[in-house]
């Protein structure tokens, strides 16, 4: 019998929880894949239309909160992305792959997938850091940092688990 408060017994099976984690972490990172070669593939454009929008005088006419997410910091955001897309691509997908291993480690109970996880969850956010600025979470990009936020917190409860 198993039981995570005997010292003398090692749990085979993760917790409910920590399982949970590792599932949604594993989803997030295949969907993380598929959004960076997606985003790679359709900056140029995005770009293009931005900056088109931008020149028009729909703009005008849009409402105030559409006037405040369209602006020439999005614009040399979206332009700083495009010039770094490969850069921002690899270093996105080292991630999800980091993600993915450390999750896969976890399942197993091994402590060292946590260091890979949380290296391949801190990655990207750093690249986009770096490649195109401190800005790129301001405002409701914000919001793009809730769920690494959570996870980190919850992956760290729920690291004692990782005995292996």
Not at 96 to 113: D, N, P, V
Not at 116 to 142: D, H, R, Y
Request: hydrophobic share 50%; charged share 15%; proline share 4%.
């Amino acid at each position: 019998m198993n039981d995570l408060n005997s010292p003398f017994e090692v749990p085979t099976k993760p917790s409910s929880v920590l399982n949970t984690l590792s599932i949604l972490t594993i989803i997030g990172s295949v969907i993380s894949v598929l959004q960076s070669v997606y985003t790679f593939f359709s900056i140029d454009k995005s770009y293009g239309e931005m900056k088109k929008l931008m020149d028009s005088d729909g703009l005008k006419d849009a409402p105030g909160f559409v006037q405040n997410l369209v602006n020439k910091d999005t614009l040399l955001q979206l332009e700083s992305a495009m010039h770094n897309k490969i850069p921002i691509l690899i270093l996105s997908v080292f991630g999800a792959i980091l993600c993915l291993s450390g999750a896969i480690e976890m399942r197993k109970l091994k402590a060292h997938g946590y260091t890979f996880w949380l290296c391949g969850e801190i990655l990207p956010i750093l690249s986009t850091i770096i490649f195109v600025g401190v800005n790129a979470f301001a405002g409701i990009s914000l919001l793009g940092l809730f769920f690494p936020v959570l996870f980190i917190v919850l992956y760290s409860v729920y690291r004692k688990e990782l005995v292996r």
